[in-house]
């Protein structure tokens, strides 16, 4: 498949993901009595790379992540020479994706787009459980490293076929549950990137860790998962 086409496809795929996960977030938090709560925005986001995985798997890998292209560059499973366009191609849709949603949340009257936190990211009096920087730091590490290992296993040339995208999708879901307590759950720089442009301030202050932090548990999975599959038989 073409360069381009493949980048189109993950700057779709990264708009949707942002537009549905943190859409829900934003939109149910702006209407509490939708009455989603944690549960329906985890799911919201395992749903769009479930979605997704079987919409553009096959003309990208559908990685919608700057640390799982880095992840699975280090894993051997993506050349590096288009690493750079494909993070570029995801920060563009996740960007596109948050514009979409600023414009969709402000057509309800009072909406205050920075007081509402736009589902950004973050540590300390940021955090939603005023978690630490080391405990979100430490979460957004090992969540990312359980992600990529869930993708390199389950899109394993060994693995059943045909049931990667389900295994993504619900371990995207159980992140969230587990994580958005901690950092409101990254473990994607470029899903960080997006609403964090939008809201400025402390947002843009932390990014740092939830490009770090993912990038970490990525380059780490990259390098455990293949050793321990690796077959010397």
Not at 77 to 98: H, S, T
Not at 155 to 178: M, V
Not at 179 to 208: D, E, H
Request: aromatic content about 10%; charged content about 5%; overall charge neutral.
């Amino acid at each position: 498949m073409q360069l381009t086409k493949r980048l189109g496809a993950e700057m779709f795929g990264t708009f949707w993901l942002v537009l549905g996960g943190c859409g829900s977030a934003v939109l149910a938090a702006a209407f509490p009595h939708v009455g989603i709560g944690l549960a329906g925005v985890s799911l919201a986001f395992g749903l769009t790379v479930l979605t997704m995985a079987y919409a553009i798997g096959h003309i990208s890998g559908c990685h919608l992540n700057p640390a799982v292209s880095v992840g699975l560059t280090v894993a051997g499973r993506f050349p590096a020479r288009d690493l750079v366009p494909y993070i570029v191609a995801q920060v563009i849709g996740a960007i596109l994706g948050a514009f979409v949603l600023s414009v969709i949340a402000n057509g309800a009257p009072g909406f205050d787009l920075v007081a509402s936190g736009f589902a950004t990211n973050g540590f300390g009096e940021h955090s939603p459980g005023q978690y630490s920087m080391i405990a979100a730091l430490v979460c957004e590490v090992v969540m990312t490293f359980f992600f990529l290992f869930v993708i390199l296993g389950a899109t394993d040339s060994r693995a059943p076929a045909g049931f990667a995208p389900i295994a993504i999708g619900l371990c995207l879901t159980l992140i969230h549950l587990i994580s958005i307590p901690v950092t409101n759950t990254s473990v994607n720089p470029a899903r960080s990137t997006g609403p964090a442009l939008f809201v400025g301030g402390a947002a843009l202050g932390q990014l740092w860790l939830f490009w770090v932090a993912p990038i970490v548990g990525a380059v780490i999975a990259g390098v455990v998962y293949p050793m321990l599959a690796r077959d010397k038989r």
